[in-house]
Nanobody, 115 residues
Framework: HVQLVESGGGLVQPGGFLRHSCAAS????????MSWYRQAPGKERELVAR????????NYADSVKGRFTISRDNVKKTVSLRMDSLKPEDTAVYYC????????WGQGTQVTVSS
């Protein structure tokens, strides 16, 4: 069955960095674009970054452009999100997403940016 298992996240001070990883299984990973979303308390889930199936095209939300980097390893079937220059407004639960069948989500990992 389709599975997305996330790791990473945590508590970091403003200006710091974190890295998320998402391990995929149960589908043909190289056939799908992959994305990271986030949801802050009281807000709707929003798209943070997307990477094409072969990794050649990336897109970012304006709020994270220049600070976040999405990447993928099609051999290991993982997608990663490197988050630099973190701000308190980046505090949210981060989710890995694959547009497989009706859509598959990771379990979510908490990122808290606070001094």
């Amino acid at each position: 069955h389709v599975q997305l298992v996330e790791s990473g996240g945590g508590l970091v001070q403003p200006g710091g960095f974190l890295r998320h990883s998402c391990a995929a299984s149960g589908f043909n990973f190289t056939s799908y674009a992959m994305s990271w979303y986030r949801q802050a308390p009281g807000k709707e889930r929003e798209l943070v970054a997307r990477i094409s199936d072969l990794g050649g095209i990336t897109n970012y939300a304006d709020s994270v452009k220049g600070r976040f980097t999405i990447s993928r390893d099609n051999v290991k079937k993982t997608v990663s999100l490197r988050m630099d220059s973190l701000k308190p407004e980046d505090t949210a639960v981060y989710y890995c997403y694959a547009p497989v069948r009706a859509g598959a989500w990771g379990q979510g990992t908490q990122v808290t940016v606070s001094s």
